[in-house]
């Protein structure tokens, strides 16, 4: 995906983390410490992928007062509500051992219910390519492998497109790039940074 907004000629910046060795709150402010130096330098729109979209909603609004804010969020199969997989698998010692704090913090309802919306112009994208029916944690309900529709929609997205892809696929769509790259274009030509939050 990267590859694909860089040819369109926008600058791209990626923030790393890793949910084994910190906290979902070491994360935040780590993150909110990198967009106030984006920020500083120009217009930006920031990605998220699952998690990350999270860890942005989190710490946009954690950003000072007076901080230049992104022009477009787009959310990549971003839970906005609790996780029924991860309320299934939380007392799996191996899912809370890799996952740790941030594990707990998607199977948490009130921790999830308290990360505020996003209050920018923000995109949802869903993938809706996992498996459904009988075989699926999921029921009859659309989801992509890892999350379900209703777990990554909400009343305050500017607009949600749905696109017959898996959870962990969404980030190298070529498909999600366009999007991307479209909005962008629309919202503000002169957009100079797009930053991916795995």
């Known amino acids: 995906?990267?590859?694909?907004?860089?040819?369109?000629?926008?600058?791209?910046?990626?923030?790393?983390?890793?949910?084994?060795?910190?906290?979902?709150?070491?994360?935040?402010?780590?993150l909110t410490r990198w967009i106030e130096e984006i920020a500083a330098k120009g217009d930006y729109v920031l990605i998220g992928h699952s998690?990350?979209?999270?860890?942005?909603?989190?710490?946009?609004?954690?950003?000072?007062?007076?901080?230049?804010?992104?022009?477009h969020v787009f959310l990549l199969g971003s839970p906005i509500k609790a996780c029924h997989l991860a309320q299934r698998f939380h007392k799996n010692i191996l899912f809370r051992s890799v996952t740790r704090d941030c594990g707990h913090l998607l199977s948490s309802i009130e921790r999830m219910a308290a990360i505020p919306c996003s209050k920018h112009s923000t995109t949802g994208i869903a993938g809706i390519k996992g498996l459904s029916g009988k075989l699926s944690p999921f029921g009859k309900e659309f989801n992509d492998g890892i999350v379900s529709l209703s777990e990554v929609s909400a009343d305050w997205l500017t607009d949600q497109v749905k696109l017959p892809i898996i959870h962990s696929l969404l980030p190298s769509s070529k498909q999600v790039a366009q999007i991307i790259i479209q909005r962008i274009n629309c919202k503000d030509t002169h957009a100079r940074f797009s930053n991916q939050i795995p």
Do not use: D
């Open 1 to 30: 995906m990267l590859r694909h907004i860089k040819k369109a000629g926008i600058t791209t910046r990626c923030f790393g983390y890793s949910v084994s060795l910190q906290s979902f709150s070491e994360i935040q402010v780590r």
């Open 51 to 71: 998690l990350g979209g999270v860890l942005i909603r989190s710490a946009l609004s954690s950003l000072p007062a007076g901080t230049n804010q992104p022009k």
